[in-house]
């Protein structure tokens, strides 16, 4: 019954926070000194038909008629249409929300093969050269800005060593001779389901840089948060009898303790996959990745409001749902998390 009522609790607080955030981001949007409906007409267009555009856009009616409305639209699961473009902002979605989270999903996995080995590694070697390396590596890629090793990758293996993509998610030649057929939207899986395996390797390099850049918060995180929970499960009484029983440092290392040691890990690591959604926008810059950054950053620059609005109420979606599933799940692995 606690449990219940702790889903309850969390699912209205999360409620709560995505309305006020929805009606922040709707009032700041309409506060930027701009004409929506000039932009929608074009600059030429006449006062009467910018008018006509201002009574289909919605905007003559007073703010709270306009977020009542957008809100009904966006639960039938109408995002509006774009003032610039006027495509549907649904349709805009479709195309650049799978290709962050493509992103973030390769990025995390990077994360769980470099960061949890090199953190059971530090551990197991504790004040050898393995463990000082482990934690000099962690603390780097703990404090470099994610823009700036993704310059720096560019510069150094890109231009210098010649491998891989300075950006974009796939080659000009294999879209046009390897065509990907647009079936989930993930281009690994949509060319793997196809067998399309040129296209395929096309995306995995051009997949690889940019993931490394925004996981390397994660991996320092994941190194040093493993080596911790390793240290202290390492000094239990039931390791000290795997020890006596005679298994060996493999077995004592990854089955027995790492299984214990690895859950507060996790934990830290599904907040990092909820922040790399927002905060692969820098890599997507960089990498000219056709992810929401780019797509946020351009209807930024020609004030294209429903879209910033649009995306920044999916962001929260995720950033909300992802802590509420976090909650949830620690809440009911973790007898020490309080119900309430």
Do not use: C
């Not at 309850?8 to 949007?29: D, E, M, N, P, Y």
């Not at 000009?172 to 993930?186: M, N, V």
Request: no cysteine; proline share 4%; aromatic share 10%.
């Amino acid at each position: 019954m606690a449990k219940a009522e702790y889903v309850v609790k969390r699912l209205l607080l999360a409620l709560l926070v995505l309305v006020g955030v929805s009606i922040i981001t709707f009032v700041i949007a309409r506060m930027i000194p701009s004409d929506p409906a000039a932009l929608y007409v074009g600059p030429r267009a006449k006062p009467e038909t910018r008018e006509a555009a201002r009574i289909k856009l919605g905007l003559d009616r007073p703010l709270y008629e306009q977020y009542l409305r957008y809100m009904g639209e966006v639960l039938s699961g109408d995002f509006g249409i774009s003032v610039r473009s006027r495509r549907p902002i649904i349709e805009d979605l479709k195309i650049f929300l799978p290709a962050t989270l493509e992103l973030v999903f390769v990025s995390m996995i990077f994360t769980l093969l470099i960061g949890l080995p090199l953190g059971v590694l530090s551990a197991a070697f504790k004040d050898g050269w393995v463990d000082h390396f482990s934690r000099v590596f962690a603390v780097v890629n703990v404090s470099m800005p994610v823009f700036w090793l993704a310059l720096l990758l560019q510069l150094l293996i890109v231009r210098q060593l010649g491998l891989f993509h300075i950006g974009g998610r796939v080659s000009r030649e294999i879209a046009i001779l390897h065509p990907i057929d647009q079936i989930t939207g993930f281009y690994l899986i949509d060319t793997a389901l196809a067998g399309n395996w040129s296209a395929f390797r096309d995306v995995l390099s051009h997949l690889i840089l940019p993931s490394i850049a925004l996981a390397s918060y994660g991996i320092g995180l994941s190194i040093r948060m493993t080596r911790a929970n390793m240290v202290e499960v390492l000094q239990q009484k039931y390791i000290t009898a795997a020890w006596a029983a005679g298994l060996t440092r493999r077995e004592v290392f990854f089955r027995q303790a790492l299984k214990n040691a690895i859950v507060p890990t996790l934990m830290v690591l599904s907040l990092n996959f909820v922040w790399q959604i927002s905060g692969a926008m820098l890599v997507e810059i960089v990498f000219l990745w056709p992810g929401l950054g780019t797509y946020l950053v351009n209807a930024i620059l020609t004030i294209d409001f429903p879209i910033v609005v649009s995306v920044a109420l999916i962001v929260t979606v995720f950033y909300v749902l992802g802590n509420l599933f976090i909650d949830i799940l620690q809440a009911a692995i973790d007898p020490r998390v309080s119900l309430e």
